[in-house]
């Protein structure tokens, strides 16, 4: 080899800083990444089912789906609700699976910044890289801030269900929005070292949840719909022409529900043996929410009780509604209402905890400026405290459009899905063009041999494709209200991203990049310790 290979009881994180973890002995290889500045790093605190609650906080998937069902009646009813589900969620499963192959050799914070850096060749990787990470960051801000926003609604929803007369104000939502980041954000900074257990938390919260809330369900609501109403009766409400249009902007409440499949790379960190617990997190992870999903779906076509009220909701809350119209009970309404409450309350914190150790990683890069300051971690709290604060501070911002235009804030924060499908498209595209994909004789941990190439085809395909739909407005005639603003958004985040890369990043933007050192395959043991060259 090429030096002295020392144990290493303090490594360095990916994040900046010096090798994470020897890899497996399938790939033959040995990485190590150039020195940073930094010198306090995030403890790893976490295990795989601590990460498993980070990434299902995030999405929710069961019970986000319920808060679609006002696409039911409007936008092809029941029958494209499940079936849309169907077709995008296959789409969905095979981005996660071949992200968890590039995060099986490559596992880093940053994700799609430290891939695109790898994949491109060095004449074009570093813009790339840049524009994957604004791309990517701006994903998850906007995924706090829709967060929050959801939040405030499930509140007034369920203040709203005992309440028929109270009337909300603006500001009303704005101040349950900021009580919802500033909660996620004293957990992220003060909670740190309690994350896992609150990860661990939410998971039991959506998954007893969800059982509690279809058992119910299914054994109180009546008369049941039928099969014909669940799988075959098609409503076009939206003023296309084309059953096949509404079809594909069907697909909104599944890429909504099943999405932000990097969000377990971000915490790379603070994971032992990320090369396999990662992968292992992605791969269970995403399956198991599209199967309890598809569940969902069939329980929620089969117990709409009164499908027209769905239309003009309780609070403005689809799955309230149902809970009121099918479940025949006050208590039972109230309590399924407070397990989606909590669930999503608990979910904030974990999409700002994976937004923070993103916008860490980024920073790390000096991408912004202050970056060395941003991807700081207080040694004391074992928090990226500015990284949280910067995500919490932009969101906040960002919801002050509320006061402005409730279309704005709604195109802003609904636009985090295609924001992310642009972003991976970066990577993505680098990596089918590689010629030698991961680098020569190098096997990833989690392989999908030789359906690898065309799985990443078929992703861009989707990207291109759902990302062009999303951007279609629902309803026709299209007016200053049902106009998806949701293009608006993304060049609004593409002039941000060259602003910046003009005046800071071009002349300071610098990945740490793995430097790859030749050795004997059988030299490299499983990953039990970190290693030093």
């Not at 791309?135 to 369920?158: K, M, Q, R, Y």
Request: contains cysteine; charged residues 10%; negative net charge.
């Amino acid at each position: 080899m090429a030096g002295i290979l020392k144990n290493e009881a303090n490594s360095k994180s990916s994040t900046g800083l010096e090798v994470s973890e020897i890899p497996d002995s399938e790939t033959g290889e040995v990485f190590k990444i150039k020195e940073s500045d930094h010198d306090v790093v995030l403890e790893k605190n976490f295990d795989i089912w601590g990460v498993v609650g980070i990434v299902y906080g995030s999405i929710g998937t069961p019970l986000t789906l319920g808060t679609y069902l006002s696409t039911v009646i409007g936008v092809g009813g029941a029958p494209f609700f499940f079936y849309a589900y169907l077709f995008a969620g296959v789409f969905c499963l095979i981005t996660a699976y071949s992200m968890s192959e590039m995060a099986s050799v490559h596992p880093h914070s940053s994700a799609l910044v430290y891939w695109s850096y790898l994949y491109y060749p060095q004449k074009y990787n570093r813009g790339l890289a840049y524009l994957s990470g604004i791309l990517s960051c701006a994903c998850w801000i906007f995924g706090v801030t829709a967060t929050g926003f959801f939040n405030a609604d499930l509140v007034l929803g369920l203040v709203f269900m005992h309440h028929p007369d109270y009337v909300s104000h603006t500001y009303h939502y704005y101040l349950l929005f900021l009580a919802s980041i500033l909660m996620a954000t004293v957990v992220n900074i003060f909670g740190t070292r309690l994350l896992p257990l609150v990860a661990r938390l939410t998971n039991y919260v959506f998954n007893l949840g969800t059982l509690f809330t279809l058992v119910a369900l299914l054994a109180r609501a009546h008369p049941k719909q039928t099969a014909a109403f669940a799988f075959k009766e098609i409503t076009n409400e939206t003023g296309w022409s084309s059953n096949g249009v509404v079809f594909f902007l069907s697909i909104l409440p599944t890429v909504a529900s099943v999405s932000l499949f990097d969000g377990a790379c971000h915490m790379t960190d603070e994971i032992p043996n990320p090369k396999k617990n990662i992968p292992t997190v992605i791969t269970y992870g995403y399956t198991g929410a599209y199967l309890m999903g598809l569940i969902a779906v069939i329980v929620y076509n089969f117990c709409i009780v009164n499908p027209d009220n769905l239309l003009d909701p309780v609070g403005g809350i689809p799955l309230f509604q149902l809970y009121v119209d099918s479940l025949h009970n006050e208590g039972l309404s109230t309590v399924s209402a407070l397990i989606v409450i909590v669930g999503f309350f608990c979910g904030i914190i974990s999409v700002l905890t994976s937004a923070s150790r993103l916008v860490m990683a980024f920073a790390a890069f000096n991408s912004v400026p202050f970056g060395k300051q941003i991807a700081t971690v207080n040694a004391k709290l074992n928090a990226p405290v500015w990284a949280v604060l910067f995500c919490s501070g932009l969101a906040t911002l960002i919801g002050l459009l509320i006061f402005a235009s409730n279309t704005a804030l709604n195109a802003v924060s609904g636009s985090y899905v295609t924001t992310m499908y642009v972003a991976y498209l970066i990577p993505f595209l680098g990596l089918v063009f590689k010629q030698d994909r991961y680098g020569k004789g190098v096997v990833p941990l989690f392989n999908l041999g030789r359906w690898g190439k065309p799985m990443n085809i078929i992703c861009i395909v989707w990207f291109l494709f759902a990302s062009a739909w999303l951007c279609v407005p629902s309803y026709q005639p299209v007016t200053a209200t049902t106009m998806n603003y949701t293009i608006a958004v993304l060049g609004a985040t593409a002039f941000v991203a060259i602003v910046n890369w003009l005046f800071y990043a071009r002349k300071h933007f610098s990945v740490d990049v793995f430097e790859e050192l030749e050795v004997e395959a059988e030299s490299v043991e499983e990953p039990k310790e970190t290693l030093k060259i």
